[in-house]
């Protein structure tokens, strides 16, 4: 009988990527997914480690699956990812009940892996963080109708605040080549939304081709036949040109919906932050888009209680906010962590940085709901994710919405999985859109 194992896949799309990858080699080597650990041969962690909430997390997973182990109830524990990555001096000390633990440009060895812990031995690989991407095909674990769509690795930018850097290495661009026939693949298998996706997208081709690359990749996306929509995960505010914007708001595939990460608006801070550009270029950038791109969604990530953030900056950003109105922000409380500038700069407390956070969110949810109202009596196009028993309804997602993070568009109808809808918006509630099929 062949061996069984599970898979518990934390963190960014970056790393689901990755383990979808992982998931594609055990199973060409013969290997069965089970759903549940519980009575599997070995178990795959794949971690995350940027910020204290997620290494939380994958610690707890980890310790989680070491009391099965230690029942007698799950073989062997295997981690891999950032957490492993950041750690690797230290993480089998730290937690012996690991039995192999791979880097993050291990992933490929991952058979190998296993096999040696079947000779008895505790692998512990890890390769160049700086490598070249390795190319490995991989199981579509998403949709159905939408994958994500790497198109590099690592990040360059440096970040005061931010450890991945030192955790997954420079910026590194796949081939266009590559890019392009993954997408093609992913088409021919019925994908119709392709999530384009990088710690940095903006800047991709500038290492392998000495220029930003991304309108050009989008051109060639939106030739392949079956892909429908083109969505751009992140871009980052000082890599915009005009061909981008052009590209952006000419191209029908492409969905208006842009992630532009901008994590405060206040220059003395994005500056001490390391993050190019001001904050009136910012203000600048966003009118431009919206300009040009008529309908854009803006989403963007905002870091409250950064160092140098008191109540007069705080206040800055809150206005910025109220006049920007951007449809879509994930927030988050300032994270010091070890090894980056940022954690050795003053800056306020843990309880005032999510109280911060907490009223930016409550600011933005009274924009989220006015963006959502906005849209009641309008048709939009769908695309259908599941159907909901409890509810008895179809749940797809808008243009305006990227799974997992957005909202939902709920109705009634006669739907496809995986296909599109066109849905008439009838009411709306806690950010979820309600409607019939037109």
């Not at 962690?45 to 099965?68: H, W, Y």
């Not at 991952?110 to 199981?139: H, M, Q, S, T, Y």
């Not at 905002?302 to 705080?314: C, H, Q, S, T």
């Not at 950003?317 to 449809?327: D, H, K, M, N, S």
């Amino acid at each position: 009988m062949n061996k069984t194992f599970a898979l518990i896949s934390l963190g960014c799309a970056k790393n689901l990527v990755n383990s979808e990858q992982m998931l594609y080699l055990l199973d060409e080597a013969g290997y069965v997914l089970v759903p549940d650990p519980e009575g599997a041969d070995f178990c795959i962690i794949n971690t995350c480690g940027f910020i204290d909430a997620a290494k939380s997390e994958a610690i707890d997973a980890i310790l989680e699956m070491a009391e099965l182990k230690k029942a007698g109830k799950l073989g062997a524990l295997i981690v891999t990812g950032c957490l492993s990555e950041r750690y690797q001096d230290s993480i089998l000390d730290e937690l012996p009940e690991i039995d192999a633990v791979l880097g993050i440009s291990s992933f490929g060895n991952i058979v190998g892996a296993v096999k040696a812990l079947e000779l008895g031995e505790r692998p512990r690989l890890f390769a160049d963080r700086n490598a070249p991407v390795e190319e490995i095909p991989r199981v579509v674990s998403t949709g159905p109708g939408w994958a994500y769509l790497r198109i590099a690795e690592g990040c360059g930018n440096f970040c005061a605040f931010c450890a991945i850097p030192y955790i997954r290495g420079r910026y590194r661009s796949r081939s266009l080549e590559n890019v392009l026939a993954e997408a093609r693949d992913l088409a021919a298998h019925g994908i119709k939304e392709l999530i384009v996706i990088a710690q940095d997208i903006t800047r991709y081709g500038t290492d392998l081709y000495g220029r930003r690359c991304l309108a050009q990749l989008c051109r060639e996306l939106a030739k392949i036949e079956g892909v429908e929509w083109i969505r751009l995960h992140y871009l980052y505010p000082d890599q915009f040109d005009d061909e981008l914007i052009d590209e952006i708001a000419n191209n029908p595939k492409i969905v208006k919906y842009l992630d532009i990460p901008i994590q405060h608006i206040n220059d003395t801070i994005l500056k001490r932050m390391n993050r190019k550009g001001t904050g009136e270029e910012i203000r600048t950038l966003f009118r431009t888009l919206r300009e040009r791109i008529p309908g854009l969604v803006l989403r963007t990530s905002l870091i409250a209680g950064l160092p140098g953030e008191g109540e007069e900056e705080f206040e800055e950003l809150c206005r910025f906010l109220r006049e920007a109105r951007i449809e879509r922000a994930g927030v988050f409380p300032f994270s010091p962590e070890e090894g980056t500038p940022a954690a050795k700069m003053p800056h306020v407390d843990e309880e005032t940085a999510r109280h911060r956070a907490e009223l930016i969110l409550e600011l933005q949810q009274s924009i989220m709901d006015d963006f959502c109202q906005s849209f009641v009596g309008r048709t939009l196009r769908v695309l259908v994710e599941r159907y909901d028993e409890e509810e008895a309804c179809w749940v797809g997602r808008s243009y305006a919405d990227s799974p997992d993070i957005d909202g939902e568009v709920h109705f009634e109808g006669l739907a496809r999985e995986g296909e599109f809808a066109d849905v008439l918006i009838t009411g709306t509630g806690d950010g979820i859109l309600y409607g019939e099929e037109a």
